[in-house]
């Protein structure tokens, strides 16, 4: 466990950049079918495949397909043995994410500054080397069994990692361009605990915070914090279950989850409407919220670019704040376990997280947790 001072009740905000984190670089799902996961988001998501490493490669251990779509980098990877790590997390968690891999300039400096801020080493700095170059990794641990790999590329021009041949498929692009932010469930009290790691490991500072009076429903609540990096271009809210009368989302997470993990992964578009139609018409299936939304919606958010027709029938959500507008709708679980799903959002201005949207989202998650059975 990573040792770090008791929860601070203050918002945390002061930077100290010793991490220079440049971007996310990828975001590994161990999953129980590579083969499959990989079609899922080539022809669901339209993302392309662009790199593989399995048994004809050399990979005796696991298969692994890499994806691009923008900026966004996937991996997805299923183990050919039970008895190695792999086969362990995917028959423990189901399909989730392992990894939130970011770029940096030095992977051994990385490395040192977090471990000697209390991170726990998952693994020191290392090489791997094949006739592209030379990509050097080291990483360490954070909530559940996630890891955080830190990524520098300088020296290596292959398709992804030694051991991965490239992969050229042809893809209908949905346009889908970069990482917004990655959620984190944790368990009941240790929000503030996984605050403090991101601010005192790794120099994060904290951009927002809801409470339980933000997120909550007739049934069940949340809390959560944002977590930033220097750059803003690495966002992590940490969400925490609060008391409800009924199980809240994030409980059931924690069940089927069975640890701490990502619950979902928010990507950006420049044009939420086409990629939307786009994912639907693919077969993603996303929550609606109750079409009294759209009624109260010209009122709440004022003028938008976007027609509110349109909006109501993909069941796109829209939020405003001081700064501008946003746009976001979320998938249903993307596995059998109702664990991870995915956001899509497009931002005029706005860099909030579609706080006037909670409670509508949540009835209509609600919804779908008690067909489950689990509310
Ligand atoms: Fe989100």
């Known amino acids: 466990m990573v040792q770090v001072k008791a929860a601070d009740k203050r918002d945390i905000t002061e930077e100290s950049d010793f991490l ?3 971007a996310i670089d990828h975001v590994h799902f161990y999953v129980g079918n590579a083969k499959q996961a990989m079609y899922y ?10 790199a593989y490493s399995g048994l004809e490669t050399g990979n005796r251990e696991f298969a692994s397909y890499v994806l691009e779509s923008g900026k966004i980098r ?6 050919y043995e039970p008895n190695i790590p792999m086969a362990e997390h995917h028959k423990l968690h189901g399909d989730g994410v392992k990894v939130i891999a970011m770029e940096v ?10 471990t000697q ?6 693994f020191a700095p290392r090489e791997e080397k094949d006739e592209y170059g030379i990509l050097h990794t080291s990483a360490i641990e954070t909530y559940g069994e996630v890891l955080h790999v830190f990524v520098d590329r300088s020296e290596y021009k292959g398709a992804f990692a030694p051991n991965y041949q490239p992969l050229d498929f042809e893809t209908e692009n949905s346009g889908l ?14 929000m503030n605990y996984w605050v403090n790691f991101y601010h005192q490991v790794m120099g994060f500072r904290q951009l927002m915070h809801f409470d339980d009076q933000d997120i909550s429903t007739e049934y069940s609540a949340l809390m959560s914090k944002v977590m930033e990096n220097n750059n803003g271009r690495v966002k992590f809210p940490i969400n925490e279950p609060a008391d409800g009368k009924r199980k809240s989302q994030i409980e059931e997470y924690l069940d089927y ?11 950006t578009t420049g044009d939420i409407l086409e990629t939307i139609s786009i994912l639907q018409s693919n077969g993603i299936e996303f929550l609606r919220v109750p079409d009294t939304y759209y009624e109260m919606l010209p009122s709440r958010v004022g003028e938008i670019k976007e027609s509110i027709e349109l909006i109501r029938e993909l069941g796109i959500l829209v939020d405003r704040d001081d700064e501008g507008y946003l746009l976001q709708v979320f998938s249903r679980p993307i596995q059998d376990r109702p664990t991870a799903f995915i956001e899509v959002i497009q931002r005029h201005g706005s860099r909030g997280f579609g706080k006037g949207n909670f409670k509508a989202l949540f009835e209509s998650l609600e919804l779908d947790q008690a067909k489950r059975g689990n509310l």
């Open 41 to 50: 988001w080539w022809k669901g998501f339209g993302f392309k495949p662009i």
């Open 177 to 190: 361009v970069s990482v917004d932010h990655i959620v984190g469930n944790v368990e009941l009290g240790k």
């Open 20 to 22: 220079k984190i440049k």
């Open 257 to 267: 989850y069975r640890t701490p993990g990502v619950q979902h992964l928010a990507m």
């Open 74 to 79: 996937l991996v997805v990877s299923a183990p």
């Open 105 to 114: 300039d030095d992977v051994a400096q990385a490395h040192e500054a977090t």
């Open 117 to 122: 801020r209390g991170g726990v080493s998952a």
